[in-house]
Each structure stands twice: as C-alpha cells, then as structure tokens.
T-cell receptor, first 115, second 113 residues
Framework: GAGVSQSPSNKVTEKGKDVELRCDPISGHTALYWYRQRLGQGLEFLIY????????KSGLPSDRFSAERTGESVSTLTIQRTQQEDSAVYLC?????????????FGPGTRLTVL | AQSVSQHNHHVILSEAASLELGCNYS??????LFWYVQYPGQHLQLLLK??????LVKGIKGFEAEFIKSKFSFNLRKPSVQWSDTAEYFC???????????FGRGTSLIVHP
C-alpha cells in the first residue's frame, strides 16, 4: 500500500513568513510523529498524535510552531514568522495502533530553507 | 531525560570489511531498541528492532544487533559490508510506557567498492 507522504518536498521561504507542511500517514495508523532534522544532526522530536487523545507537544521548540491532526488522517505542521534557524528537513512518521514495540514508517520529508 | 549516543559519526570502509556501529543509551529500565537506515535519496526505514526475547536480533540485508543490558548497548554489526550499504544509520530507543523514541545523532557509513 501507499506509504507516508509529505508535501511539499521542498520549500524556500523568506524570513518572517509563515509556512505549512503536510503529512499523509499510512491509512489505519493511529500514531503520527513530527521530527526536525538539522544538517548533520539526529532526529529532534517535535510533536506526537495518538488517535483522538491530546497531542504530546513537549518537543515544540517555541510557540511559533504548531500542529494539527484531524482524527487519524492528515496532519499539518505550521511554523509562523520563520527564522533562519528553522531551516531543516521536517520528517513525519506514522505507526500502527500504539504498542511500544511498533516501528515507525517515515515519509520523505520536507526540506525547508529560510532565507 | 534519557539519551542515545552513537559514538561513530563517520565511518569509511572498503567492501568486505566487517562493520560494528556503537549505540549506547542512558535509561536503566525496560527498553525497546531500533536501528533505522536511510539510503541516499530514500526514506528512513527500519533495519531491525529488539522488543523482547533473544538479545541477538537479525535484520534485513545481513545486519544484526546485540542487546547487552549490562552495558546499555545495542551495537549494529555486519560481517562483510557492500557498496550498497552506504547510508546513514540511526539508533533509537523507546522506554517502557513511552511511545516517543529518542534517536541518536546518526552514523554516516561510506563503503568504497
């Protein structure tokens, strides 16, 4: 079946503008994660959605970052008033109904460049 | 907060050489352990995982990893690497009761033909 998809694949924006990144998880996957990966760094957790439960926002770096997910469908990550340090690859992953041993299925990422 | 350390950031090998990539974590309780791989131009994908049982886990493409609880380690091994193993490798750890894994910084492996 189809994997996790993300759009756009690349986004170039000017400092101060808002951007919206989209993630379509694998159908039936209740868990959805957003990560940020800066050049040469590991994956930095941003936010976690599990079904209709309240999301875990503990990884969001500032109040400029927010994310939404409707039920078990698509999710959008919004970055307001972008800064140059926001430049990174933003990865989305989904996972089946959560058990600790479940793996994550990753999308291709959105490469964000803030000029 | 727990941490995951991958000590080798860049590894360069010739084909047929043996590989061992280190992964250590800081949490003392029950853990689930993962190795993910990202080939050039591709998505991150699961290489292997440890959930319970036999601490020696075998994954795809001839990779294996051994969970050594006393050493808080989950090192990745392959006896003979190929050029096609050139990729970025990430270790990840989930602690009991958490569904959010912590990832290591990653190891870049280059295999020369």
């Amino acid at each position: 079946g189809a994997g996790v998809s993300q759009s756009p694949s690349n986004k170039v924006t000017e400092k101060g503008k808002d951007v919206e990144l989209r993630c379509d998880p694998i159908s039936g996957h209740t868990a959805l994660y957003w990560y940020r990966q800066r050049l040469g760094q590991g994956l930095e957790f941003l936010i976690y959605f599990q079904g209709n439960s309240a999301p875990d926002k503990s990884g969001l770096p500032s109040d400029r970052f927010s994310a939404e997910r409707t039920g078990e469908s698509v999710s959008t990550l919004t970055i307001q008033r972008t800064q140059q340090e926001d430049s990174a690859v933003y990865l989305c992953a989904s996972s089946p109904r959560d058990r600790a041993g479940n793996e994550q299925f990753f999308g291709p990422g959105t490469r964000l460049t803030v000029l | 907060a727990q941490s995951v350390s991958q000590h080798n950031h860049h590894v360069i090998l010739s084909e047929a050489a043996s590989l061992e990539l280190g992964c250590n974590y800081s949490y003392g309780g029950t853990v689930n352990l993962f190795w993910y791989v990202q080939y050039p131009g591709q998505h991150l994908q699961l290489l292997l995982k440890y959930f319970s049982g036999d601490p020696l886990v075998k994954g795809i493409k001839g990779f294996e990893a051994e969970f050594i609880k006393s050493k808080f380690s989950f090192n990745l091994r392959k006896p003979s690497v190929q050029w096609s193993d050139t990729a970025e490798y990430f270790c990840a750890v989930k602690t009991a009761g958490s569904y959010i894994p912590t990832f290591g910084r990653g190891t870049s492996l280059i295999v020369h033909p």
